[in-house]
């Protein structure tokens, strides 16, 4: 696919539909001496679940920062779920949340205290039960009145996890979900994500480095690469594309620079 395919077939701000979760026009951010985000638009409708990949410093984090209205973008347009970001978000953070493992909650409250204060902060109704069904859900009671620092990382991100569902979010950000956990762990994790976007017709995006998470879970691949896309996909597509088997190895197409001569040779 040439940057000219690619640019008339990824959709702009102009087929924005009223069901898009998330629709990102032309979005850039600079820091000092960094183009952390370099001009990309993409679309997602509501009840797909999306991957984002790209190395590290590829612009993911900022990406999702800037569509949860964390960051300022320099230039371009975020809306989610019809509103735009950061001027409307009171109309819709209580709707999405967020997850990643390198976001700590508070380490003395319990695991109890901590849901409570997220679930206040988002006025979840009949919190006690909200609470008990997430616990069940997502195997806490064992450890549900433990502090949260005493936890091992694996418990740690499943109570990231009931954090994030706490308000049963319409739209889920997702940085790196299993990052540390045993592949037993993230197996059940990924699992969990699939019923929740099923039962509850929810958007999902998620940044990750696990090439197979990607491939499982998700509908839709957008690569990032310096700040800019480099492709956007089904996953089958993209390897079809690429003359590849795996998105791991994709990922080491774009990486390490052989995307064009790749795709050419798969014509
Ligand atoms: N607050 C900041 N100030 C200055 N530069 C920043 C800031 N945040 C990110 N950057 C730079 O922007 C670029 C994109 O960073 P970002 O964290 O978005 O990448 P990423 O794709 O999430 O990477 P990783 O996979 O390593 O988490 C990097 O070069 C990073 O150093």
Same mark, same amino acid.
């Given at each position: 696919? &040439?940057?000219?395919? =690619? ?7 102009? /087929? *924005?539909?009223?069901?898009? #979760?998330?629709?990102? $026009? ?89 849901? &409570?204060?997220?679930? =206040? ?7 006690? /039960? *909200?609470?008990?069904?997430? #616990?069940?859900?997502? $195997? ?103 003359? *590849? ?7 080491? $197409? ?14």
């Amino acid at each position: 696919m &040439t940057e000219n395919d =690619k640019a008339s077939s990824r959709p702009t701000v102009a /087929d *924005r539909s009223p069901s898009a #979760a998330i629709a990102v $026009d032309h979005l850039v951010k600079v820091y000092k001496q960094t183009r952390a985000v370099d001009d990309i638009s993409f679309t997602l409708p509501r009840g797909s679940i999306t991957g984002l990949l790209g190395g590290n410093g590829a612009g993911k984090t900022t990406t999702i920062a800037m569509i949860m209205g964390l960051v300022l973008p320099t230039s371009g347009r975020v809306q989610v779920l019809g509103h735009r970001m950061p001027e409307e978000s009171a109309a819709v953070l209580g709707r999405m949340n967020f997850e990643s493992p390198y976001v700590d909650m508070p380490m003395r409250l319990t695991v109890r205290q901590n849901l &409570t204060v997220f679930g =206040k902060l988002y006025a979840v109704k009949n919190l006690s /039960d *909200r609470i008990a069904k997430l #616990a069940a859900d997502l $195997d806490l009671t064992d450890f549900i009145d433990r502090a949260n620092g005493k936890l091992s990382a694996g418990q740690k991100t499943r109570v990231a996890l009931a954090k994030a569902l706490i308000n049963q979010p319409e739209l889920l950000l997702l940085d790196e979900p299993t990052a540390s956990l045993d592949p037993d762990t993230a197996d059940w994790v990924r699992a969990h994500l699939e019923r929740y976007r099923r039962d509850n017709d929810a958007t999902i995006l998620l940044a990750s480095h696990n090439m197979l998470e990607v491939e499982r879970l998700c509908d839709r691949v957008i690569i990032m690469k310096r700040g800019r896309i480099e492709d956007d996909d089904a996953p089958e597509a993209i390897m079809a594309r690429y003359n *590849r088997t795996t998105l791991e190895e994709v990922f080491l $197409d774009v990486a390490r620079g052989r995307a064009n001569g790749t795709k050419e040779a798969a014509r």
